[in-house]
């Protein structure tokens, strides 16, 4: 693979939007993982941050970089019951519905456990210039008092490998629940290095979300580099699983536009991480993705 400059650096801009959708805890949520006891430990643990988040809201996101790769993790209490969580991500066909709701996502296939998502170096290049990454779906748990549900890929692009997607949750009441929703994935030398270079380039003035220090003004000073983008990116697929069960109870008719326009708007709320197209340019590409995976083969 050609890694120089001007050829990584496009691909590292967006293609981390999805690689680097990552989360999964540093050490105390790894151990934390896996159970609804250990799940509900963990809730307490959190609740000072979660009543007291800097999102102005109840949302704890976490990053860390390793020696192996990049991983993150966001903690949330969602306005939704753990049986619509569970009745969301069931099948691979709505993992795909809800990946697609990011804006460089501009295709997803499913065949039986798999799914195969299609991603674009920016939202406005062609579908022939995306890279494609498998993953296998796969229900771990799904109880009345916990639910776990993950993808897998043993391989990805640009050096890039051992994926895994979590989504992990525990009810709170009838009609709340405590999410998890974790990823990581392991990259090589050349890959780092490669991210490295274009985050000390083209992605400099990108922040994430953790507050570092103060500026002179008075105003936060964010974390950048690596982290930065991890953070960056959980956010955006966190707030894309927010977004598709906010349409569960929407008319199957206007359910897709529905969670199109509340993406957007979550993202909208954080225009100094998230912001980077106007709402008709992302409605128009997503509407133009539907389309052409609507018509016919030829």
Same mark, same amino acid.
């Given at each position: 693979?050609?890694?120089?400059?001007?050829?990584?650096?496009?691909?590292?801009?967006?293609?981390?939007?999805?690689?680097?959708?990552?989360?999964?805890?540093?050490? @105390?949520?790894?151990?934390?993982?896996?159970?609804?006891?250990?799940?509900?430990?963990?809730?307490?643990?959190?609740?000072?941050?979660?009543?007291?988040?800097?999102?102005?809201?109840?949302? =704890?996101?976490?990053?860390? #970089?390793?020696?192996?790769?990049?991983?993150?993790?966001?903690?949330?209490?969602?306005?939704?019951?753990?049986?619509?969580?569970?009745?969301?991500? #069931? %099948?691979?066909?709505?993992?795909? #519905? +809800?990946?697609?709701?990011?804006?460089?996502?501009?295709?997803?296939?499913?065949?039986?456990?798999?799914?195969?998502?299609?991603?674009?170096?920016?939202?406005?290049?062609?579908?022939? %210039?995306?890279? #494609?990454?498998?993953?296998?779906?796969?229900?771990?748990?799904?109880?009345?008092?916990?639910?776990?549900?993950?993808?897998?890929? @043993?391989?990805?692009? +640009?050096?890039?490998?051992?994926?895994?997607?979590?989504?992990?949750?525990?009810?709170?009441?009838?009609?709340?629940?405590?999410?998890?929703?974790?990823?990581?994935?392991?990259?090589? +030398?050349?890959?780092?290095?490669?991210?490295?270079?274009? *985050?000390?380039?083209?992605?400099?003035?990108?922040?994430?979300?953790?507050?570092?220090?103060?500026?002179?003004?008075?105003?936060?000073?964010?974390?950048?580099?690596?982290?930065?983008? =991890?953070?960056?990116?959980?956010?955006?697929?966190?707030?894309?699983?927010?977004?598709? *069960?906010?349409?569960?109870? =929407?008319?199957?008719?206007?359910?897709?536009?529905?969670?199109?326009?509340?993406?957007?708007?979550?993202?909208?709320?954080?225009?100094?991480?998230?912001?980077?197209?106007?709402?008709?340019?992302?409605?128009?590409?997503?509407?133009?993705?539907? %389309?052409?995976?609507?018509?016919?083969?030829?």
């Amino acid at each position: 693979m050609n890694t120089s400059p001007a050829v990584s650096f496009p691909w590292l801009r967006v293609g981390l939007g999805l690689m680097l959708w990552a989360m999964a805890l540093g050490a @105390q949520a790894s151990l934390a993982a896996g159970s609804a006891q250990a799940l509900r430990e963990l809730h307490g643990k959190l609740g000072d941050k979660l009543a007291h988040s800097p999102l102005k809201r109840p949302i =704890v996101l976490d990053s860390a #970089e390793t020696d192996g790769g990049l991983q993150g993790d966001v903690y949330a209490v969602v306005d939704h019951s753990l049986d619509d969580v569970r009745q969301a991500l #069931e %099948q691979s066909s709505q993992w795909c #519905e +809800m990946l697609l709701l990011h804006i460089n996502n501009r295709r997803c296939r499913v065949a039986g456990d798999t799914l195969t998502l299609s991603v674009v170096p920016r939202y406005d290049k062609p579908i022939d %210039q995306a890279f #494609e990454l498998s993953f296998t779906h796969r229900t771990v748990s799904s109880g009345r008092d916990y639910l776990q549900i993950e993808l897998a890929a @043993q391989e990805g692009p +640009m050096g890039t490998s051992r994926y895994r997607v979590l989504v992990e949750g525990i009810p709170l009441g009838e009609q709340q629940s405590f999410l998890h929703f974790a990823y990581s994935y392991d990259h090589n +030398m050349v890959a780092r290095l490669a991210t490295m270079a274009y *985050l000390a380039t083209f992605g400099s003035h990108k922040v994430g979300f953790t507050v570092v220090d103060k500026k002179p003004g008075g105003d936060p000073e964010y974390i950048r580099g690596l982290r930065g983008l =991890v953070e960056r990116n959980a956010m955006r697929y966190f707030l894309a699983l927010e977004a598709y *069960l906010d349409g569960l109870p =929407v008319p199957a008719a206007n359910r897709a536009d529905k969670r199109l326009r509340r993406w957007f708007e979550g993202s909208e709320r954080y225009p100094a991480q998230l912001h980077e197209i106007d709402l008709a340019t992302y409605l128009g590409v997503k509407r133009e993705d539907r %389309q052409r995976d609507a018509a016919p083969a030829r």
